[in-house]
């Protein structure tokens, strides 16, 4: 929640860049008690005002709780002979939080976000190092190390894993060239090397590894309970194959044998899912930690097709995955009350945007197997769901473009922008990249609470989340993006303290609020690739 003596005008509190869309925002009540109609950008150090333009209404949001004012200072390009410098907005005599206008200002956030990563490793030598029992048996071990922790507990999970590993790859690809901070492909290698140790000799996947129970917010080296190996899945085996296939491109150079390997591996997952009908996770009775169960793989069984055909260039792969996607593509919208039809995802999930995006990728490839038709009715689609994000994001306060704002609300944020990021790379469209900032500029800072989101980033980011390293250590792991506004209120705490409240203030930097303020694998990874898409 805002504070009494915090701004009430809300920014970005990282920067931007010269040329990409800049907004303020304040409540119009908090404009109407400081009597202001306008608005200027200062510099920080002496105040001098270097911009200024009228305050403008924002688009009426139910999600924000009232009305608010825009501040658009997109034509501000900062000072080039010196980007050092720090700005504010000032609107009446109140000042926001500072900024900088560079030509990356996210250069040390790109590389926080990601070293969370390597700060998550399992194993190294420290922590649960001891063989996994698999479910169901009595004496049957097998060696997991390594991987991620997945979220603010210590369970390992493939689902996670995987869809994080693709955003990761995807983000490489951006900033391979401009960033060499840190070892994108090495730390993606890492997570890897876990999931192939997380294959079954007959291809199947294990769905997670973990203890039977969450534990304490204690050290992961201090977690001593016993490991146990959750059943196969089909999400699991086909989040694998597509991981793999994809992932053996990026090592054909550097490491053949191990590309050999992926690539192997992916084929042998495909083999267990051609011989097996959908086996769904459900947690069993005796395991109680996160169950990252799906109840529709269509869309999984699709990513891995699609994957392996790029991988393989056999086109019956591409015929199956165009097969289950028509299938799909023939079912309403809304049926049952449920969300059916075909859309372009990229949550844990719904991987189906990976299918899609590889498939585009490879334009010529898929030509060459079943002429263009297909490659327009793939962009069609695709820059068709691409619109409806633009139709949303212009009736939100913020510019996002989701309509509900739910547990994990800021990685749907990030997901989301994935969509307009590849839209904007097929048809060179701004109005794509100019939504995908606004997702970016919400996230650190331009919303009703006046967070920026990433914790150790900003003036105001959460130093309470549930996230049992930082909270048994006492220090606040840095480069987290926190859940964000829940608006079921799935957690205790949250029911207790977040009643009526609109959607967007519905989060709380409180230990306590694991559906508020937890932090995953899979939402950091969905932010490094939207910096990386937009800044690299």
Not at 121 to 141: F, I, N, P, S
Request: with cysteine; charged share 20%.
């Amino acid at each position: 929640m805002r504070t009494t003596n915090e701004p009430t005008i809300f920014v970005n509190q990282i920067g931007h860049t010269p040329d990409e869309v800049k907004f303020a925002y304040i409540p119009v009540s908090a404009a109407d008690a400081l009597g202001a109609k306008t608005f200027s950008v200062v510099e920080k150090t002496g105040g001098n005002q270097v911009f200024s333009g009228n305050l403008q209404p924002c688009a009426d949001d139910n999600a924000a709780g009232e009305p608010y004012f825009y501040a658009d200072f997109s034509a501000f390009r900062g000072d080039p002979a010196d980007e050092s410098k720090q700005y504010q907005v000032r609107i009446g005599d109140s000042l926001s939080f500072p900024f900088v206008i560079q030509k990356n200002p996210y250069k040390d956030l790109y590389f926080s976000t990601l070293n969370y990563f390597k700060l998550s490793r399992c194993g190294q030598d420290l922590c649960h190092m001891d063989k996994a029992l698999v479910y169901g048996t009595a004496d049957e071990w097998k060696d997991v190390q390594g991987g991620w922790h997945d979220a603010g507990d210590y369970g390992r999970y493939v689902v996670a894993g995987a869809k994080s590993v693709m955003d990761l790859l995807l983000a490489y690809d951006f900033s391979k060239t401009s960033f060499d901070k840190f070892d994108i492909l090495a730390e993606a290698r890492f997570e890897l090397e876990w999931m192939l140790r997380m294959q079954r000799d007959d291809g199947g996947v294990y769905h997670k590894v973990s203890c039977y129970h969450f534990c304490a917010f204690i050290n992961p080296q201090d977690e001593k309970d016993r490991l146990v190996l959750a059943p196969v899945s089909t999400s699991a085996t086909a989040d694998f194959a597509g991981t793999c296939a994809y992932a053996a491109f990026y090592f054909d150079d550097s490491d053949p044998a191990f590309s050999a390997a992926l690539t192997s591996a992916a084929l042998k997952a495909q083999s267990y899912l051609d011989t097996h009908d959908d086996e769904l996770y459900i947690n069993p009775p005796e395991i109680t930690t996160g169950g990252y169960g799906d109840r529709d793989v269509s869309d999984e069984r699709y990513f891995a097709l699609a994957s392996l055909f790029v991988r393989t260039k056999q086109n019956d792969f591409l015929e199956r995955a165009l097969k289950i996607r028509r299938e799909k593509e023939s079912i309403p919208d809304e049926q049952d009350g449920h969300w059916r039809g075909w859309h372009e995802h990229y949550s844990w999930g719904c991987v189906s945007g990976y299918g899609t995006e590889i498939l585009l990728e490879n334009e010529a490839l898929v030509r060459g197997a079943c002429g263009g038709q297909v490659v327009e009715e793939l962009k069609k689609h695709y820059l068709t769901q691409a619109e409806k994000s633009l139709e949303y994001a212009k009736k939100s306060v913020f510019g996002l473009d989701i309509p509900h704002f739910g547990w994990g609300s800021n990685g749907a944020v990030c997901d989301v922008a994935h969509v307009l990021m590849v839209a904007h790379k097929l048809c060179g469209k701004q109005e794509y990249a100019d939504v995908a900032h606004r997702q970016i500029s919400y996230i650190l800072g331009c919303n009703p609470l006046n967070y920026c989101y990433v914790t150790g980033a900003g003036s105001k980011s959460p130093v309470k989340p549930h996230h049992r390293p930082s909270g048994a250590s006492g220090n606040v792991m840095p480069g987290m993006l926190a859940g964000g506004p829940d608006e079921g209120l799935h957690d205790a705490y949250a029911k207790e303290h977040l009643q009526n409240l609109p959607p967007l203030k519905c989060y709380v930097d409180e230990q306590p609020s694991y559906s508020t303020n937890e932090i995953a694998i899979y939402w950091n990874s969905t932010f490094v690739y939207l910096l990386a898409a937009l800044y690299f």
